[in-house]
């Protein structure tokens, strides 16, 4: 093979090159109940059985603190008609702000979970803290999903219906995608 031509990517923005990311809105709350949402782009399954997830997070988010006060939390799953409130959510912090009001999106009662789901979201994925770990600037959270439910027409076993769920998936910066509503398989 000749040599290849590339483009040199500096080590800090490396991690780009795996992106776009399925983007999650995680809600949470803290032991005062009050809740709260964090837009992520560092959001993977990690177990079938038992069923987990992890999402990466800043200890400087004050997300961070209530996953850590309380153990529970919500990975719900946005679309493309709810990106400005997405953006806003990975924007601002809930520190002193009701990112809830303040994005018009609408706390509803979880199953399993104290923190709310976001009414706004087309899947939900409620979770209690399975493991913690520490990895250079972020914190993996392991959530064992305990509850998983999705909008009716939005999701079959089979997957998603993409014509319905434009999901959003972060390029980089200010720059998201979705995906073109449309199946390929492979020819084996
Ligand atoms: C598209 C997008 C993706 C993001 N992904 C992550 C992420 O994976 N991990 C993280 O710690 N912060 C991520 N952020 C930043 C947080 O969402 C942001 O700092 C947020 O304001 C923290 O809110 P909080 O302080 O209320 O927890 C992302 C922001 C955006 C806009």
């Known amino acids: 093979m000749e040599k290849k031509d590339v483009v040199n990517v500096s080590p800090s923005n490396s991690v780009r090159l795996i992106h776009p990311m399925h983007t999650v809105l995680v809600s949470c709350a ?3 109940g009050k809740p709260n949402i964090i ?3 560092w959001a993977m399954p990690t177990s079938i059985s038992p069923p987990l ?3 990466s997070i800043a200890p400087r988010r004050h997300s961070h603190s209530l996953i850590e006060e309380t153990g529970e939390f919500v990975v719900n799953i946005p679309t ?3 990106l400005d409130a997405t953006f806003y959510c990975g924007r601002v912090s809930g520190r002193d702000r009701d990112k809830f009001k303040e994005a018009g999106l609408t706390p509803m009662p979880a199953r399993k979970v ?3 789901i976001i009414g706004e979201c087309v899947a939900h994925l409620e979770c209690k803290l399975y493991g913690k770990y520490p990895t250079g600037d972020h914190t993996i959270f392991v959530g064992e999903i305990v509850e998983a439910y999705a909008n009716k027409g939005c999701f079959s076993e ?3 219906n993409l014509e319905k769920a434009k ?3 972060h390029v980089g910066g200010n720059e998201f995608a979705t995906l073109e509503p449309k199946i ?3 020819k084996t």
Request: glycine letters at 8%; zero cysteines; proline letters at 12%.
């Open 30 to 32: 803290g032991k005062d």
């Open 39 to 41: 837009t992520l782009a």
């Open 53 to 55: 997830v992890a999402v």
């Open 80 to 82: 493309m008609d709810i």
């Open 114 to 116: 104290k923190p709310p």
């Open 158 to 160: 089979a997957g998603y």
């Open 167 to 169: 999901m959003i998936f």
């Open 184 to 186: 390929h398989k492979p």
